[in-house]
């Protein structure tokens, strides 16, 4: 990451903030707030500012991915086809929150609009594994399947 920084140019102009952010996503996988103060440095523009702007897209995360990257389709062809509670008893599982990394590292949580599979939802992925249709019961199989 530092060699990263030293690279970036002394200028940077509003207009580029947010394709600076999400080529630093891009290659390390959430914003650094250290990234931020260098922004904020080379732009002029307060760090709470970047911060506010960076916060108010969903795309980015502040914490790296866990081991397991889970992502859920809130999208309303899996919502309408969901069981009541099935993103809580994952969140409970996983014992994180959306946009989070649970503090041994293993698991991280990412809400998306929808997944592109509306016809077999409710969908999840993990590491970019597809599961469809997923129940309650299922979520409690599919985890404890997961080589931790
Ligand atoms: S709404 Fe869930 S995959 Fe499209």
């Known amino acids: 990451m530092e060699k990263y920084l030293s690279k970036l140019p002394d200028k940077v102009y509003k207009h ?3 394709s600076y952010l999400q080529e630093f996503q891009d290659k390390f996988g959430y914003i650094d ?9 080379n732009s002029g523009i ?10 108010f897209y969903n795309q980015f995360r502040f ?6 990257h889970i992502q859920v389709c809130e999208g309303s062809a ?14 409970k599982l996983i ?13 991280s949580l990412e809400i998306i609009p929808c997944m592109g599979a ?8 993990i590491n970019g594994k597809f599961y469809t249709k997923v129940s309650i019961e299922d979520i409690k199989i599919i985890f404890s ?4």
Do not use: M, R, W, Y
Request: charged residues 25%.
């Open 16 to 18: 580029e903030l947010l």
């Open 33 to 41: 707030l250290a990234f931020i103060e260098v922004l904020s440095k």
């Open 46 to 55: 307060p760090s709470g500012k970047i911060f506010g702007i960076t916060s």
């Open 63 to 68: 914490k790296p991915k866990g081991k397991f």
């Open 78 to 91: 899996c919502h309408v086809n969901s069981e009541i509670g099935l993103i809580e008893e994952i969140k």
């Open 95 to 107: 014992k994180t929150d959306e946009k989070e990394t649970s503090n041994d590292g293993l698991f």
């Open 118 to 125: 509306c016809s077999q939802g409710p969908v999840i992925s």
């Open 145 to 148: 399947d997961l080589n931790l």
